[in-house]
């Protein structure tokens, strides 16, 4: 098991900035797939941004949006939200994959375990 718990969201003027977290704990999240989505009302919750990280190489990172950037340390998965939008405005989520499964995987085996969610609202 891994244990997600975000932190980070809030309000935010249109251009402004946000950090979200992701602490992971229990099992290692080391070469694993780990992931921010983010979920909009009466939207199917959507990739937002990926990172895969082993013990001999840079991290593999994927994202959706140009205006983020995903990074990790040690059992922390962080998300930089820059010049965020109205259209940002979402519940953002993270998610941890299986062991061993690149981000190219399956969504099913690159979200094996969520968090709770952190809400992100941008007011124009």
């Known amino acids: 098991q891994v244990h997600l718990v975000e932190s980070g969201g809030g309000s935010v003027q249109a251009g402004g900035s946000l950090r979200l977290s992701c602490e992971a704990s229990g099992e290692t999240f080391r070469n694993r797939c780990m992931g921010w989505f983010r979920q909009a009302p009466g939207e199917e919750r959507e990739r937002v941004a990926t990172i895969f990280a082993d013990d001999d190489s840079t991290p593999d990172t994927t994202a959706e949006v140009d205006r983020f950037t995903i990074s990790q340390y040690k059992n922390m998965v962080y998300l930089q939200m820059n010049r965020l939008k109205p259209e940002d405005t979402a519940m953002y989520y993270c998610?941890?994959?299986?062991?061993?499964?690149?981000?190219?995987?399956?969504?099913?085996?690159?979200?094996?375990?969520w968090g709770q969610g952190t809400q992100v609202t941008v007011s124009s």
């Open positions: 998610a941890a994959g299986d062991r061993f499964y690149k981000c190219t995987a399956s969504i099913a085996r690159i979200t094996r375990f």
